[in-house]
């Protein structure tokens, strides 16, 4: 079983940056791949960023804008978020699955709003 707890959201102005923070239970944070999500109102959750192994992977939205990171000492995994845009508006989830498997772990979330 894997805990996940998000932090770091809070209100930012376009064109500004913030850092998210998703800290893990267990003893096996390395063996996970670690992905980040985003659900604006009324729209249904979407695929943000994942890392795997020293492999990461974007959403075309996010890309350039957005680097996802762990630090495996700390049980972390980090989204650093610059240039934010209005439209990155949303709450952020962290989720963990194991290799081959379904995103079956997830945060509680953590709200972005980004103010134009």
């Known amino acids: 079983q894997v805990q996940l707890v998000e932090s770091g959201g809070g209100l930012v102005q376009a064109g500004g940056s913030l850092r998210l923070s998703c800290a893990t239970s267990?003893?096996?944070?390395?063996?996970?791949?670690m992905g980040w999500f985003r659900q604006a109102p009324g729209k249904e959750r979407e695929f943000v960023a994942a890392?795997?192994?020293?492999?990461?992977d974007y959403a075309d939205s996010v890309k350039g804008r957005f680097t996802i990171s762990r630090d495996n000492a700390k049980n972390t995994v980090y989204l650093q978020m610059n240039s934010l845009k209005p439209e990155d508006t949303a709450v952020y989830y962290c989720?963990?699955?194991?290799?081959?498997?379904?995103?079956?772990?997830w945060g509680q979330g953590t709200q972005v709003t980004v103010s134009s």
């Open positions: 267990g003893r096996t944070f390395s063996s996970y791949d």
């Open positions: 989720a963990a699955r194991t290799e081959g498997s379904h995103w079956d772990y």
């Open positions: 890392i795997s192994g020293g492999s990461t």
